[in-house]
């Protein structure tokens, strides 16, 4: 009944910040799973229900990899889980697939441990004859994970540092607008990260008029649309995440609305962290 | 005889509610003989027919007065299989109370000197759980090998599974979330349905043989064809009303605004009000507001009030209902313990905005005066807005429940299955089969939102064609 952890990688350990991936025995989820799901797991009996992207799916379609930065309580919790550990719940697929054409010109943005959720995606693009440009984003050289799993799946590669110290220095968006002003060819551009990355892609490409999405990263507390925790606004109409998204046209999605929202449980997340230090 | 009702013990309102420990403390022997004497044991009596299973209400009764009470709890279990859950979540107000001929006719639910059926099968109920004897099982020949899988562990599905399991039939049940009991879990609280309660009852249906697969979601993991192709017989849809309904108002998505799904499912589900030993938060604020009149919305006021005592909050937490206290469609008791607790009513109010500060927070909502007008087409007297009678209330919480609407994760995802513009699923009215032949549903996704005891018939319904069919096939 509760899936097994059967691999921990640390990919990225900097200064506390640390992104961890897991495999885990979940056949149920990995037979019917595809780019753009998410599952919504519980670490611990008492825990919290927290949604993460399917980051990779094994060929035999036994186990799931999902990957996820070290930044709550939670993630924290789950962090301290190693190989031979059981997660207490795990459920999915949830969430609609992303819609893969053929042969179109697409580009790919990840920033931070964003790129963990856009590696299925990419992959599913080249896999189905698209041209793939995938631009990177991280604060650093050290936090950069998945960079060779990605430039397999690219035509073109992009990597931006906001230190400079690997690839261009600057944002993800500095390459794309030069993309997009180089040339008018491109179909979409698909972008997952923190919120404001996501909203500066937003803000680059709609003078250019490409269609954008985003996978957003709202509250949930079911994920199966009980709950309504998710909702979100957009073309002015509010949306659960869990059963309409996670993706959404980005150029109609209320940023300001989803940070504040977001922000819902800052102080007893504050509190609960405070607690678990001691 | 005695003539006036047996009064309920309860815990003192100012204590109750500052726990999530049951109010209700049901008779003990001595008061359930004295309340089943009351009885008049009609010649052709009415109870039963308000009973949506149809409870041998007289007999039961009178069992109890014979001290009987193995054979009370047998007579209820003919027909329901979870006396302790519904003794405890019956409108019986509005079933088989008003139906007693002891209530005075021409109200709109029971009067109080209509026998306490409720109570006493609550009594019964709990008796056959101290006192556990096992239940007869009317066992079709070669039923044994055939299987059937039950989508959702609530009222419907359970009782679906108590009565395949007792014709002998392997059941399979898949629930979605990583809990069982579906709304008994995750909706109703503690201090009206203890977990134990709950829990009993799910223990004695895997001791029946049911098996339990949670985290297990179908129209995701496994969807009904695959189901049939796999070797299940039958399948019994128990899907529940899922999607909350909003009120559709300005402001509505500020932070600290719950469906109360929501509220409820961190509350009971995820047990926010052990937080931070639990680890699901939910926020609570120094004046909650609940919109919506039922049963959901006296369960979402009474915990907000309990979260704000048990957190050192002074309690202000208020009911906003659209009609007047006749039409609240929640059970009486439920009312009248919300208000022995401390709830405000505020009746006659239609809300029109919610308004925050600059963090996007909820700080009042903006409301109308209504009147009533004539009957709508629920029967009920509809709320007429007052132009120019706006007001506001001053809130940091609200909480809407004014209703659900149906479950479509796997509607959705299953053309064959036919629907009704409401999306709940079409079902033959008999025998409970939908469009796709041996595929079975009872419960919310049927009826829209009705009650447990409500869900227990239909699902009763479909469990005796299923056992009927199967049967047949051999």
Same mark, same amino acid.
């Given at each position: ?8 990688? #640390? ?12 495999? #885990?025995?979940?056949?149920d ?67 609609h ?17 964003g790129? +963990? ?21 991280a ?24 230190d400079?110290?690997?690839?261009k ?5 500095d390459? #794309?607008?030069? #993309? ?10 698909y +972008? ?21 999405l985003?996978?957003?990263? +709202? ?60 | 005889?005695?003539?006036e ?6 815990v ?13 403390l ?10 089943a ?56 107000e509005?079933?088989c109370?008003k ?15 209509a ?5 006493l ?6 008796y ?16 044994n ?10 009222p ?24 069982l ?126 979260l ?20 609240l469609?929640?059970r009486?008791l ?28 909820i700080?009042?909502?903006?409301c ?14 509809k ?38 513009k ?12 939908t ?5 079975f ?5 049927v ?8 869900a ?16 047949n096939?051999?």
């Amino acid at each position: 009944m509760s899936t097994k952890i059967l691999e921990k990688k #640390l990919l990225a350990d900097v200064s506390g910040s640390k992104i961890v991936q897991i495999k #885990l025995a979940a056949k149920d989820v990995a037979v019917k799973a595809k780019a753009g799901q998410f599952v919504v797991l519980m670490a611990s009996e008492e825990g919290e229900r927290i949604p993460l992207t399917i980051a990779d799916i094994d060929e035999n379609k036994t186990t799931i990899n999902i990957i996820f930065q070290e930044a709550g309580f939670t993630t924290r919790l789950l962090g301290k889980l190693e190989p031979g550990d059981s997660l207490y719940a795990l459920a999915g697929p949830l969430g609609h697939p992303t819609e893969i054409h053929e042969n179109e010109d697409v580009i790919i943005v990840g920033g931070g441990v964003g790129i +963990a959720e856009i590696y299925p995606v990419a992959r599913a693009f080249k896999v189905k004859g698209n041209h793939v440009t995938t631009i990177l984003g991280a604060r650093n050289k050290e936090l950069l994970i998945l960079e060779e799993e990605l430039r397999k799946v690219s035509d073109n590669f992009y990597i931006t540092t906001d230190d400079g110290s690997y690839g261009k220095k600057g944002f993800v968006t500095d390459i #794309l607008k030069d #993309l997009l002003a180089k040339r008018e060819s491109y179909n979409l551009v698909y +972008a997952v990260g923190p919120i404001p990355m996501m909203r500066k892609v937003s803000e680059t490409t709609k003078p250019f008029n490409v269609k954008t999405l985003v996978s957003l990263n +709202a509250l949930m507390v079911d994920a199966t649309g009980m709950c309504g925790c998710c909702r979100v606004s957009v073309g002015g109409k509010t949306r659960f995440s869990c059963v309409d998204g996670p993706e959404f046209n980005a150029h109609e999605v209320n940023w300001d609305e989803l940070i504040k929202r977001n922000k819902i449980y800052c102080d007893k997340e504050q509190h609960i962290c405070k607690l678990s230090l001691k | 005889m005695k003539k006036e009702p047996v009064k309920i013990k309860e815990v003192e309102a100012t204590v109750r509610s500052g726990n999530f420990d049951e109010v209700i403390l049901g008779y003990n022997e001595e008061e359930a003989l004295s309340e089943a004497a009351r009885c008049l044991q009609c010649k052709n009596p009415l109870c039963s027919s308000g009973c949506p299973v149809g409870i041998d209400i007289k007999t039961f009764i009178y069992k109890i007065t014979q001290k009987d009470y193995a054979g009370a709890y047998n007579a209820i279990r003919q027909k329901n299989n979870f006396p302790s859950i519904c003794g405890r979540v019956c409108p019986a107000e509005y079933q088989c109370r008003k139906a007693c001929v002891l209530s005075k006719k021409g109200l709109p639910f029971a009067s109080p000197q209509a026998i306490n059926i409720h109570f006493l099968e609550r009594f019964a109920g709990d008796y056959g759980m101290k006192n556990p004897a096992s239940s007869p099982k009317i066992q079709c020949p070669g039923s044994n090998v055939r299987k059937v899988a039950i989508v959702g562990s609530g009222p419907a599905g359970l009782c679906c599974a108590g009565e395949l399991a007792r014709a002998g039939i392997k059941v399979i049940m898949f629930e979605g979330l990583h809990k069982l009991g579906g709304v008994l879990r995750y909706g109703i609280p503690p201090f009206r349905l203890p977990r134990n309660i709950l829990d009993y009852e799910i223990d004695s249906l895997k001791k029946m043989g049911v098996e339990f697969i949670p985290n297990f979601i179908v129209g995701r993991n496994k969807d009904v064809d695959e189901l049939l192709g796999e070797g299940f017989s039958a399948i019994f849809l128990g899907l529940g009303a899922g999607i909350p309904s909003f009120l559709g108002i300005k402001g509505e998505n500020l932070c600290n605004i719950y469906s109360a799904n929501e509220f409820l499912t961190r509350v009971n589900l995820m047990s926010a009000y052990k937080f931070p030993k639990a680890h699901t938060p939910v926020n609570i604020g120094k004046s909650m507001v609940v919109i919506g009149g039922g049963n959901t919305a006296m369960d979402a006021a009474r915990c907000a009030l309990r979260l704000q005592k048990t957190n050192g909050i002074s309690p202000n937490t208020t009911i906003l209902y659209r009609r007047s206290e006749v039409e609240l469609p929640a059970r009486r008791l439920e009312i009248e313990h919300a208000k022995e607790e401390g709830i405000q009513f505020k009746l006659l109010v239609k809300p029109q905005e919610f308004i925050g500060d600059e963090k996007g927070f909820i700080t009042k909502l903006r409301c109308l005066q209504c009147e009533l007008g004539e009957p709508d087409a629920s029967g009920r007297r509809k709320p007429i807005e007052i132009p120019g009678s706006d007001f506001e209330v001053e809130c940091d919480i609200a909480v809407v429940a004014i209703g659900l609407n149906a479950n479509e994760i796997l509607t959705k995802v299953t053309p064959a299955l036919k629907t009704d513009k409401y999306g709940d699923v079409i079902v033959d009215k008999e025998t409970m089969e939908t469009s796709i032949k041996n595929v079975f549903a009872g419960g919310d996704i049927v009826g829209g939102e009705g009650t447990v005891i409500e869900a227990m018939g239909m699902a009763k319904r479909a469990a005796k064609s299923i056992i009927e069919r199967l049967c047949n096939q051999r």
